[in-house]
Structures are given as C-alpha cells and as structure tokens.
T-cell receptor, first 111, second 113 residues
Framework: GESVGLHLPTLSVQEGDNSIINCAYSNSASDYFIWYKQESGKGPQFIIDIRSNMDKRQGQRVTVLLNKTVKHLSLQIAATQPGDSAVYFCAETYNDYKLSFGAGTTVTVRA | DTGVSQNPRHKITKRGQNVTFRCDPISEHNRLYWYRQTLGQGPEFLTYFQNEAQLEKSRLLSDRFSAERPKGSFSTLEIQRTEQGDSAMYLC???????????FGDGTRLSIL
C-alpha cells in the first residue's frame, strides 16, 4: 500500500505487504528529519531520522528516503504487521530544537 | 523503564483553575522540550530547555503559561487561569544534544470543564 501523491490522511495495507508513507515538508532550510509513530493514547515514538546530507537511511524493516529537490520525505515499512497500525508523523527542523510536524497519516493493517 | 515520564496522565479541571504538569526526562539528556497536541493534529512546539536555561518560547505560550527546569533535571509546566482552549495533550520530550532525536513521553491530557 502507498499513500499516493504528497500526502493522504489514511492508508490501508494488507498484512505482509510493504507500506509507503509520503510527506511533503515546507521549509527548504530544514536539515534534520524524523519519522514518528503514535498509537492511541500514547506519545510519538521515534522510528528513524535522516540528515540533509543523506538521501536514504535504513533501519529495522524501515527505510527513509529524502528528496530535497522537491522537499519530499517517505517512510517505507517492509512486511507490514498488525502492530504497525498507528498514526505516522514526519517532522522537520532547521534550528535543531523546534520540530515542525506534518498532519499525520493513519495506517490501518488488514489481516 | 528509562523513558520520558509525565505526570499526571490525565487532568480534569474547571475553567479558571491553575494546573501544573511534571516531566522527568531520560537520564543525562540535556535538552527538554514541551509540545501541545490537539485532536487530529501533530504536536506543536511550546518551549525548550538546555539544562536549566529556557532558550526559546513559542508565541503559543501566552503569559498564562510558565515552564521551569530548576536543576536541569525534571521540568514543570504551569497553566494559570485555564481556558477552554487549553484542552489538549501536553507532551514532553528530551534529547541528549542538538540534532539528536527527541524522545517523547506519553503526555498529560488536560480537559477543561
């Protein structure tokens, strides 16, 4: 499953498939980006980060891609599991302390 | 559990009352941040501390809001004369240093009656 285009508020994906969550960031001066996962009633949980001198970074089952030319960030989740159901936020910063968050994408994993 | 701890988890109060929230950051994290999150939105930055110094305050932080981090460890956020519009989730985060990921607590949900 993939959130097509710049951003969609919801994404439904079949368990076991790969997910792609897209984010368009606003500030061309931003140089540090973070993806967070937020489950209901909990705070945002750090997933992965990337600095502007990189265009790709991989973690466990997750990959973040950064395209500074079009100010676009994406999070790829491999082999999506039911526990991946949550709201996903991208966040950017240009001054190393104030994170600006996107609107979030709600991911629902179908069994 | 060595994550960011926030207390209380929920606070219900009447309009006009004062409330205070506490945040205990991850041990040895120099930076501490406060954010506010309303339903369906991403968190919004309020303020941050480097050790005990408060270095930046958002314009969202009206004069009814005050935050402290007296010994560079835990922090408190106080809201005086609460208003209906203060109802939100108040999130605390900490990081070791600049451009290190901010780790969030589970927040304090404030409801104003």
């Amino acid at each position: 499953g993939e959130s097509v285009g710049l951003h969609l508020p919801t994404l439904s994906v079949q368990e076991g498939d790969n997910s792609i969550i897209n984010c368009a960031y606003s500030n061309s001066a931003s140089d540090y980006f973070i993806w967070y996962k937020q489950e209901s009633g909990k705070g945002p949980q750090f997933i992965i980060d990337i600095r502007s001198n990189m265009d790709k970074r991989q973690g466990q089952r997750v990959t973040v891609l950064l395209n500074k030319t079009v100010k676009h960030l994406s999070l790829q989740i491999a082999a999506t599991q039911p526990g991946d159901s949550a709201v996903y936020f991208c966040a950017e910063t240009y001054n190393d302390y104030k994170l600006s968050f996107g609107a979030g994408t709600t991911v629902t994993v179908r069994a | 559990d060595t994550g960011v701890s926030q207390n209380p988890r929920h606070k219900i109060t009447k309009r006009g009352q004062n409330v205070t929230f506490r945040c205990d950051p991850i041990s040895e994290h120099n930076r501490l941040y406060w954010y506010r999150q309303t339903l369906g939105q991403g968190p919004e930055f309020l303020t941050y501390f480097q050790n005990e110094a408060q270095l930046e305050k958002s314009r969202l932080l009206s004069d009814r809001f005050s935050a402290e981090r007296p010994k560079g460890s835990f922090s408190t956020l106080e809201i005086q004369r609460t208003e209906q519009g203060d109802s939100a989730m108040y999130l605390c985060a900490s990081s070791h240093d600049r451009n290190q990921p901010q780790h969030f607590g589970d927040g304090t949900r404030l409801s104003i009656l």
